[in-house]
Structure formats: C-alpha cells, structure tokens
C-alpha cells in the first residue's frame, strides 16, 4: 500500500466508534485524563511503514513496553492533535513541521483512566530521529503489511485493577506489541475496512 492508496481507503471510511468492555462502560462517569499519539507512517521504498518506539526501561509507568509517540494534554497545547505532535517532538525528535496530520481514529479509553486520540500523520522522509533517552529506549519502524494484517494479532486475557478483560497482542521482530498500541492498531484495521 501507499501513501494515496491509503489516503483515499482512510478518508473515504466513516469513522467508527471504540468498542469497550464491560468494565470500561461502567466506568463512563469517571473522570479520564486526556492524551493524544501519533501514529506515524513514513514511505519507503518498500512501501509504507508505521513508526513505534519502546518506553525507556526505568520508567515508572509503563517500561519497556512498546508505543506510539504521546502523552498526556497540557493546557498550553491548544489542542489534542498539539499534544500528539509536541509529545512526537520530545521523544523522537521529529519537527512537528516534518508532519502532516490526515485525521484521527476515534478515541480510546484505558484501564489506567486515560482518553487516549490517535492522530495519523504521514512523516517527511528526511525526518531525523532523535531519541529522548529519559523517555524512549529505541525507535523501530513496522511495515503497514504487517501492521495491518488481522492475522498477527491474538487475543489474550489479562487482570488489570482486578478485572479480567482481554488485550491485543502482537511480536514483531523482537517487540511485542499489546496494550493500548495492538487496540489502536487493530482500530485503524477495523477503521480501513469498514
């Protein structure tokens, strides 16, 4: 696939809803904190690639596991999709003008109580990355071939805050992906098919 093949399956699909579990549905009044990630697709030569880093290994929250580019909104971003990319900037490097946003996926709601928005952004090819290591372990791109087929991904059951629910999972190379970032990606899936 590429960049207009892509352009025209994601711009054409309505934008579908995130489906919940149970738990999270009951969970609706609670107040979530709001935070954005980018979803960064860069052209290659060998078609489109997906952009992922793997959390620093000494952070409190989260380490080692492999993300999206984001964080959490701070009122002087203006906007969630500032958030993706100001976050996108500090952890990798990548100049929020070497972006081109084309849209959102809607947003999802975490066992950790976060509202999390995807942006997708296609990235310059002469990006440079450079990793904040305080935050960031390493920078890893995933061919959209791979990302996008249905048939990488399991389904695995997991106890978070004492409630069983089930996560995406996924191991590239030597990464694997799950969480939050595998629900986000079988969404964009889900997104493109639609």
Partial sequence: MNKQHFLNRFILQQTRSTILSPHLLSQQNKTFKKAAILMPIVQRESGLQIILTQRALHLKHHAGQVSFPGGKYELSDNSLALTALRETEEEIGID?????????????????????????????????????????????????????????????HLIANRKRHFTYCSVYQNHLIWGATAQMLINLQQHLRS
Avoid at 107 to 119: Q, V
């Fill in 96 to 156: 929020k003008n070497k972006i081109q946003l084309i849209g959102n996926l809607s947003p999802l709601i975490t066992t950790t109580g976060y509202h999390i928005t995807p942006f997708i952004g296609f990235v310059d090819n002469a990006h440079k990355i450079v990793i904040d290591q305080g935050e960031v372990k390493e920078c890893f791109e995933v061919p959209f071939s791979f990302a996008l087929n249905r048939n990488n991904f399991s389904k695995q």
